[in-house]
């Protein structure tokens, strides 16, 4: 006897991939849709292989789940997103033949709060990986900055700055640090 169909699902095996994530995962539909700040019911949608996310929803997906370059990568083209490839290749030839490369990135306005972070330090700068305890005590990232020294030091001046005007108020005088 044939099961009746519940709807096309044209991403069934990138769906099943997501499932297995969360489920490994040990985590809920309510803790990574509230994670990744979607609805439930579209992450249970994506997860049934009815839809797929949109490329910034499956970064975030991605970054929740803490995924290495290939599993990333696998999860992409599951989605269709590989389609992409020769033109990766062109820009990033481009990038390399470049002196100086400029990035202008779309922004996403949304607040996200941490309670921990970590910094990576190189020859070129810091990389600074702001995270957040989940109610299973693991520590997930959230958020990820790089930053070269000069901007790193202009960042320290602003939130001492910020954290003065937050401790003491604006409408106090502040002192000059003494003079050596």
């Not at 579209?42 to 290939?70: C, F, Q, T, V, W």
Request: hydrophobic letters at 40%; a negative charge; proline letters at 4%.
């Amino acid at each position: 006897m044939n099961q009746p169909s519940i709807g096309p699902k044209p991403y069934e095996e990138l769906g099943e991939k997501l499932k297995s994530l969360r489920k490994s995962n040990h985590e809920t539909l309510a803790e990574v849709s509230g994670a990744v700040e979607i609805e439930e019911n579209i992450l249970e949608r994506y997860e049934a292989g009815m839809d797929r996310p949109d490329e910034e929803i499956l970064n975030l997906l991605i970054s929740h789940y803490r995924l290495a370059d290939n599993s990333a990568s696998q999860l992409w083209e599951l989605a269709g997103y590989d389609r992409f490839a020769d033109e990766t290749i062109v820009i990033e030839e481009a990038m390399a033949a470049a002196k100086q490369l400029v990035m202008v990135l779309a922004t996403d306005m949304r607040t996200i709060y941490t309670d921990g972070v970590s910094i990576d330090c190189n020859k070129s700068g810091l990389q600074v990986t702001f995270t957040q305890s989940t109610s299973q005590n693991k520590v997930m990232p959230v958020s990820r900055l790089g930053m070269s020294y000069d901007q790193a030091e202009e960042v320290m001046k602003a939130l001492g700055i910020a954290l003065t005007y937050a401790k003491f108020g604006q409408d106090k005088l502040l002192l000059p640090p003494p003079a050596n």
